[in-house]
């Protein structure tokens, strides 16, 4: 039973809204990550933070940004969707010491029409 | 730069035979190896890690995975697959020090023929 939530599990918007994606975690992890993945293909990290008001933007450059002021919250924010940006889009989270491994959220689906 | 291969895009095989779904990994220094299975609309579930230790790992749902550090491979097998078994197949890698982001391959999709 995965211990990350992300909402909305699906969503369609139009091109310019604005939009925000949850992430939220309950296993007190310092790192988490956000990625990008279109369907059946390999993953794109966009953002990851350390810890709380620490974020860095990854490999893909999104238009999007992220906060972390709560070490269990990592929303990520659309300031103005274009049909580039449909895509499933996952959370993950790992903490520093502990097992090695990223546990993932079941990830949002947005699609912009 | 660290990297993975996942030189098969796509693996079939007949329910009850073996399976095995290649990867292989360049990163400086020791490697910490993960593997994930996606289903269909979900996200990445955990399989099973090296980190250090018995060559040999075990993981969920009878997978297992063999680290060869000469050949820089770490495959993932299970002895007897089933049509559940099908199935988005990630392998990750990081260093065991330094940075905590991790590399995935491409993904590898398993077919289970009944």
């Known amino acids: 039973e995965a211990d990350i939530y992300q909402t909305p599990r699906s969503l369609v918007i139009g091109t310019g809204k604005k939009i925000t994606l949850e992430c939220s975690q309950t296993?007190?992890?310092?790192?988490m990550y956000w990625y990008q993945q279109d369907p059946g293909m390999e993953l794109h990290l966009i953002h990851y933070s350390y810890g709380v008001n620490s974020t860095e933007k990854g490999d893909l450059s999104s238009e999007s940004t992220v906060s972390r002021i709560r070490t269990e919250h990592f929303p990520l924010t659309l300031e103005s969707a274009r049909p580039s940006h449909t895509s499933q889009y996952l959370c993950a989270s790992m903490q520093t010491g502990g097992s090695g491994g990223y546990t993932f959220g079941s990830g949002t689906r947005l699609t912009v029409v | 730069a660290q990297s993975v291969a996942q030189p098969e895009d796509q693996v079939n095989v007949a329910e009850g035979n073996p399976l095995t779904v290649k990867c292989t990994y360049s990163?400086?220094?020791?490697?910490?190896l993960f593997w994930y299975v996606q289903y269909p609309n979900r996200g990445l579930q955990f399989l099973l890690k090296?980190?250090?230790?018995?060559?040999l790992v075990k993981g969920s749902y009878g997978f297992e995975a063999e680290f060869n550090k000469s050949q820089t491979s770490f495959h993932l097998k299970k002895p007897s697959a089933l049509v559940s078994d099908s199935a988005l197949y990630f392998c990750a890698v990081r260093p065991s020090g330094g940075s905590y982001i991790p590399t995935f391959g491409r993904g590898t999709s398993l077919i289970v023929h009944p």
């Open positions: 296993m007190g992890h310092d790192k």
């Open positions: 090296y980190i250090t230790g018995d060559n």
């Open positions: 990163v400086s220094g020791n490697p910490y």
